[in-house]
C-alpha cells in the first residue's frame, strides 16, 4: 500500500512539474516604422493593422509602432526592411521609387482626376501589378495605402496661378517627377528628409512645401506656414510594406492575415483622408492659415511640356491608361 502511494505522489509531483515548465506560446514583437504622428493617418494605418494581425493570431504576433521618424527617414527605413532590421513601415511613394522605380508613374503631376480614381487605379490590374515588382528589390508590399492630393503651403504669398509659384523655395521629395514639375513652372524645387521639414521652414531656409491636407494638418504645418494653396498637383498614395525577413518564414495562413492586416490599415488611411478632406481645411482656417483655390487648368498647362518626359521614362501607354480609367 505504501509504495502504491509513494508511486501515486511521485507520478503526481512529475505531472505537475511537466504542467508548470511548459513554455507559453511564444509572441513575435515586429517593429512597424513611419514618418508622421501617430494622429496622422499612417497612424491610423498602423493601428488598423495592429489590431488585425494581433486579433487574427491571438496576440502571436506584436506590433512596436515606431513614428515620427524614430527609426530614420523613409530611405532608411526601407533599407532597413532589406536588411530586416526593421519589420513593417509605412511610407510614401516619394521615397519607393528609389528602389522600385515603376511606382513613380503614380506621381504624374495631374495624373488623377479624383479619389475614386486613384482607388480605382490602385485597387485594379494596374495597381496590384505594381505590387508584385516589389518582391524584385527585396521588399514585399501588402497593400496601397493613401495620402491624399498634394496641396501647397507657404510663408510668402497666396499662389493662384503658375505665376505666383515662381521663384518660392518649396520642400519637395527625393522625387525627380515632381522635382522636373516644379521647376517647370518655375519653383526653387529643394529636395529635403522629413525630419529636417520643420526646423527649415522656422529658419527661412525654405519658403514652403508641398503635402496632402492629412500631413499638412496633422503635422500642425498652420502653426509654421502662413498660405496654403489648393493645388491638387499630385496624388499621394502610400505603401504598406514588410520585410522579406520576416514575410518568407510565415506560413501561407499567416502570409494571408498579414495580408488583410495590410487591407485594413490601407481602409483606415483612406477613411482618415475622406474625413480631413471634409474638415481640414475649416480647421486650418481656425489655426489662422489663408487658404486659396487656383486656377487648375492653367497650372495643368503648365506642366504639359514635362509629359513627354513621363511617356519616355513609365510608357505613353502605361500613363494614358492610367488617365482613361472609369
Known amino acids: ?182 521647376r517647370e513652372i518655375g519653383i526653387l524645387a529643394t529636395p529635403m528628409a522629413w525630419p529636417e521639414v520643420a526646423t527649415a521652414l522656422q529658419q527661412g531656409t525654405i519658403d514652403g512645401q508641398e503635402n496632402p491636407l492629412s500631413v499638412i494638418v496633422s503635422a500642425k504645418l498652420p502653426q509654421l506656414q502662413k498660405y496654403l494653396s489648393l493645388t491638387a498637383h499630385v496624388y499621394g498614395p502610400a505603401l504598406v510594406l514588410v520585410s522579406p525577413n520576416v514575410y518568407d518564414g510565415l506560413s501561407d495562413a499567416d502570409k494571408e492575415k498579414f495580408k488583410k492586416a495590410g487591407h485594413e490599415s490601407a481602409m483606415a488611411m483612406r477613411k482618415y483622408v475622406d474625413d480631413i478632406e471634409a474638415s481640414g481645411i475649416e480647421a486650418v482656417k481656425k489655426e489662422g492659415m489663408q487658404v486659396n483655390t487656383v486656377d487648375h487648368a492653367a497650372f495643368v498647362k503648365a506642366v504639359q511640356p514635362v509629359y513627354p518626359e513621363y511617356y519616355k521614362q513609365f510608357g505613353k501607354e502605361l500613363v494614358e491608361s492610367i488617365q482613361n480609367t472609369k
Open 1 to 182: 500500500m505504501r509504495n502504491t502511494w509513494f508511486t501515486k505522489a511521485l507520478l503526481a509531483a512529475s505531472m505537475a512539474s511537466m504542467f508548470v515548465a511548459a513554455p507559453a506560446l511564444a509572441e513575435t514583437k515586429l517593429k512597424m516604422a513611419y514618418a508622421l504622428s501617430t494622429s496622422s493617418h499612417y497612424g491610423a494605418g498602423a493601428d488598423a493593422f495592429a489590431k488585425s494581425l494581433e486579433g487574427a493570431t491571438n496576440g502571436e504576433f506584436k506590433i512596436e509602432q515606431f513614428p515620427n521618424s524614430a527609426l530614420g527617414g523613409e530611405r532608411e527605413v526601407i533599407e532597413g526592411l532589406q536588411l530586416g532590421t526593421i519589420d513593417l513601415a509605412i511610407v510614401s511613394t516619394g521615397a519607393t521609387l528609389n528602389f522600385v522605380p515603376e511606382t513613380g508613374v503614380f506621381d504624374i503631376p495631374f495624373l488623377f482626376r479624383d479619389l475614386a480614381h486613384a482607388r480605382k487605379v490602385l485597387d485594379g490590374e494596374i495597381g496590384q501589378k505594381m505590387l508584385g515588382e516589389f518582391p524584385k528589390r527585396g521588399l514585399v508590399a501588402l497593400a496601397w495605402g493613401e495620402q491624399g492630393f498634394r496641396h501647397l503651403t507657404n510663408n510668402v504669398r497666396p499662389v493662384s496661378t503658375p505665376e505666383d509659384a515662381k521663384g518660392l523655395k518649396i520642400r519637395t521629395t527625393e522625387n525627380p517627377i515632381h522635382i522636373a514639375a516644379f
